[in-house]
DNA sequence: ACTTTTTTTGAATACGTATTCATTAAGCAT
DNA sequence: ATGCTTAATGAATACGTATTCAAAAAAAGT
């Protein structure tokens, strides 16, 4: 590269940043007040506050956050940790908390790792930039994680996955009783075998799912599943249901743990000459939004994603800015779409 | 509210952190060799950093990143603004840059509207937390924004996207050559009737593959060519080739101005009776993970995108760190991936 | 042993803001 | 006018770190 042709190095030195007292010089006042204009909360009379902002203006000045931060002992960054941004279904979540945050001035600090120690590393860096909270999506780490948040009075809210000890607040689909009810109306159809294709075993989600499915099963004496952990992929459901079908022909109904694995499920099955629903049916969860392209018209559980975000985000702004330590836990219904991957077998 | 009811206010206050100071009483040296030895630059004896290592980790002692960057005058965090989260290709795109950056110790400010305006009052805030750098991404304002960040001496660089005077670093496909090689491929194959369905005519995406698709069509005089801007999105691809296909039934060939709208043109095409590669050719453009599934098996061209994203960090983190200032311009090639959508008509 | 050079160390200061406290100006009733 | 209450203001200080500068300690050279 052309380093060799040495410019006198033209910023870098001179990038002189504004500061409050600059502002205050030209409009005549005290640094006091100027912070005062800018904090918002106090009382300035209105003449200085003309004053102030037109020699802001003329500065083009902006507060450092750096600084506020540090006298305030509050940022106004919130972390969000997630697992799986390419997952069609966290990608909507990500933007949703974008904008709901984002309205009200906060900025967000984006963590994603399907690896556990990446996360705990970089949670330790939120901890130095002391984020005002964060929010933990459905990621590994969540009890050991909140649990430092915590220690630091950091506010921390779960979605989508709890933890045992209810120490966190947390908001989340109830997945147990809406896998009791997908179950329920594949019994009522007259589906005979079933296979479910899960995401890994140790995650509340995937457990509550299974655990309330196979409750089902059991209840209507049905003894034919067969359960698939696998991940939360398009090509984990596609290799499980490809093995699944290609061992045991008589399977009448998939089930997959989330909508991509159901994708995955549907592609598989169709690549080995099976139709969709007349062969097998298949049922996802998420509702997200490629399930209702017509190529797959997916039948699915909606989770209720403007209101679980909605109210992730009352939670954590009310624990940040009220201080209000008491965790609280929202758990939502969600109700199944209907479309065309499952069909009666009576 | 219920202030009279006074408690003593159980944390909040009590949520102490602890100083390098404290850490600094406890090891028995000063805060300056404390501070040395978090910084990490300069030398400490192997004995002291000893007894301060053991302080620090009795205390779980973090530095305040604020203070930190306040006097440094540096940030580790990065701004990334995005346009369509939701696009698959950038979420693909957000977690390469995420893994890529945090391995180096920087933190992601993470930004995504389709509304320029919400944008520009972000970027501002981005500008008060005196973010090290920041990565645009196919965003809308690349220009006037980038000039914003130049003159506040932020490093930036654009991804997917570039601005005329070319006074910020960019990244991106030629987009320009890779449509004349796409119009060539379906014309010698035998194409007599196109449609391209375009993503919003103001970006410079949009722009290069037309400019490129017209180009060769024109050389090769073919007239019958319609296009239809419209936004990068399914529900776009979908309408648009609708609307096209009923009105013309003679179009043998659709090009999406990227993959998310060639997925919706198949499913408008099949829906329609219609099937491909047989009665109509679709081509596609990025090469995402849906594209390959096999339901789609979308023809298309694939953006280096390991390439695009390693060379826009490397350009990123050489601004900042030796303080670049000459702007730099990658334009990567790409290549057509052929797959079941498009078949020869000669 | 005593210089001379090099490495470590601590005191002091700066970064840019918010906030307390005391002071001054303004507003208002008499 | 006078006193009295309220609002507006500035000086001073704190937040927690990095860094300069001078002093002290250690190492090296003779």
Not at 158 to 179: G, I, K, P
Request: glycine share 6%.
């Amino acid at each position: 590269m052309s380093n060799s042709t040495n410019q006198p190095k033209p910023d870098a030195k001179t990038k002189k940043n504004y500061t409050s007292e600059d502002v205050a010089a030209i409009a005549g006042v005290s640094q006091s007040t100027v912070s005062r204009v800018f904090a918002g909360n106090t009382n300035v009379s209105e003449k200085k506050r003309k004053k102030i902002l037109a020699a802001a203006a003329k500065l083009d000045y902006k507060p450092n956050a750096h600084a506020r931060s540090l006298i305030t002992r509050k940022s106004m960054m919130i972390g969000i940790v997630m697992r799986n941004i390419r997952n069609p279904f966290y990608s909507a979540v990500l933007e949703i908390f974008h904008n709901r945050l984002s309205a009200k001035g906060y900025h967000l600090i984006f963590i994603n790792s399907e690896n556990e120690e990446i996360q705990e590393s970089e949670i330790n860096r939120l901890l130095e930039y002391n984020v005002a909270g964060v929010i933990i999506t459905d990621a590994l780490l969540s009890s050991s994680a909140s649990q430092k948040f915590k220690r630091y009075g950091i506010s921390v809210v779960l979605f989508n996955r709890y933890t045992e000890n209810l120490e966190s607040s947390a908001v989340f689909c109830d997945n147990y009783m809406a896998a009791k009810q997908i179950a329920t109306y594949l019994v009522e159809l007259g589906h005979k075998s079933f296979a479910f294709i899960s995401g890994p075993l140790d995650t509340s989600t995937t457990i509550d799912r299974l655990r309330g499915f196979k409750e089902v099963l059991a209840e209507r004496k049905i003894k034919d599943l067969t359960i698939e952990p696998g991940h939360y992929t398009f090509e984990s459901g596609f290799r499980s249901a490809q093995e699944l079908l290609t061992k045991n022909k008589h399977i009448d109904c998939i089930i997959g743990g989330n909508d991509i694995i159901a994708l995955g499920v549907m592609d598989a099955v169709r690549v080995l000459g099976l139709r969709i629903p007349e062969d097998v049916s298949v049922v996802g969860f998420d509702n997200i939004r490629m399930s209702e392209w017509p190529s797959y018209a997916l039948t699915t559980w909606e989770q209720p994603l403007e209101e679980m975000t909605t109210s992730t985000v009352e939670l954590l702004l009310k624990e940040i800015e009220e201080g209000n330590t008491s965790s609280q836990v929202f758990m939502m219904k969600g109700h199944l779409v209907v479309r065309n991957t499952v069909r009666s077998r009576k």
